[in-house]
């Protein structure tokens, strides 16, 4: 059934996502792969999006082409041993999310840089 094979893939892309979290901290990892690797985590899992997904069609474009891309060629990079080791890890942690608390902070810190951003450029737009 189509909908048995949705779910199956979305299973897939949450386990590679974390798996590409895991793999991102492996020292066994070279450095630009890691650098794409928890980037492509980090947009996947992130709230704010390159194009906002309240603009029709397009909105969506880059949660269905740039996530499945990153994951494909992060997953291509990262050495296979490595990968299958942590797409294990990941597939037993598949009731727990990963926590990252440094990812916590910088989605909180961007938010608060915008906020404080926009707050100078109303204030400036309308001076007291």
Do not use: N
């Not at 060629?73 to 597939?91: D, F, K, S, T």
């Amino acid at each position: 059934m189509l909908s048995d094979a949705i779910k199956t893939w979305a299973k897939r892309i949450k386990r590679d996502l974390h798996a590409l979290y895991l793999a991102g901290r492996d020292p066994r990892v070279p450095w630009y792969v890691k650098g794409l690797a928890i980037a492509t985590a980090a947009y996947a899992l992130s709230p704010i999006d390159l194009i906002p997904d309240f603009i029709p069609v397009i909105g969506y474009l880059d949660d269905l082409l740039l996530v499945p891309l990153g994951i494909y060629l992060a997953v291509r990079l990262i050495p296979p041993q490595v990968m299958a080791e942590c797409r294990a890890e990941a597939a037993r942690r598949q009731d727990r999310p990963p926590i990252s608390r440094m990812a916590a902070g910088l989605v909180l810190l961007v938010w608060t840089v915008g906020a404080l951003a926009m707050m100078v450029w109303i204030w400036r737009l309308f001076p007291v």
